[in-house]
C-alpha cells in the first residue's frame, strides 16, 4: 500500500510564497517522475511542474520563474517552492508520482493541499 501526503497550503497575499511537500510512504523499490498538478473551481487538472527521478524538470508557462520543484530520492518527497503568488495560482495543488512497488509501477496522487491567493 502506497499513501501520498501533502502539506504547506494555506492562505496568502499576491507576492508571497508557500512551500508545498508531498510524502511517499509504504512498499516502495524507487520513485521516478514526481509532479505537482493544480485544479481551479470548474476548471481542468493542470501540470504545474514535473521532476525526472535524474532531476530534469519542466514548468508549464504560468509558472516559470516563480515556482521551484525539487526532490529528495532518499525521503521519497517532492517539494514545490511557489514565490510571487498571484491570485490566478488559487486552485487544489495534487502531488502525483510515479511509483514502482514489487508488484508494477503505478501512479498515485496525493489528497490534495489547499492554496488560496488574496489580492
Known amino acids: 500500500q502506497v499513501q501520498l501526503v501533502e502539506s504547506g497550503g494555506g492562505l496568502v497575499q499576491a507576492g508571497g510564497s508557500l512551500r508545498l511537500s508531498c510524502i511517499a510512504s509504504g512498499s516502495i523499490w524507487w520513485i521516478n517522475d514526481m509532479g505537482w498538478y493544480r485544479q481551479a473551481p470548474g476548471k481542468q487538472r493542470d501540470m504545474v511542474a514535473t521532476?525526472?527521478?535524474?532531476?530534469?524538470?519542466n514548468y508549464a508557462d504560468s509558472v516559470k520563474g516563480r515556482f521551484t520543484i525539487s526532490r529528495d530520492n532518499a525521503k521519497n518527497t517532492v517539494y514545490l517552492q511557489m514565490n510571487v503568488l498571484k491570485p490566478e495560482d488559487t486552485a487544489v495543488y495534487y502531488c502525483?508520482?510515479?511509483?514502482?512497488?514489487?508488484?508494477?509501477?503505478?501512479?498515485?496522487w496525493g489528497q490534495g493541499t489547499q492554496v488560496t491567493v488574496s489580492s
Open positions: 502525483n508520482m510515479a511509483i514502482r512497488t514489487f508488484v508494477k509501477e503505478n501512479t498515485y
Open positions: 521532476i525526472t527521478r535524474g532531476g530534469s524538470t
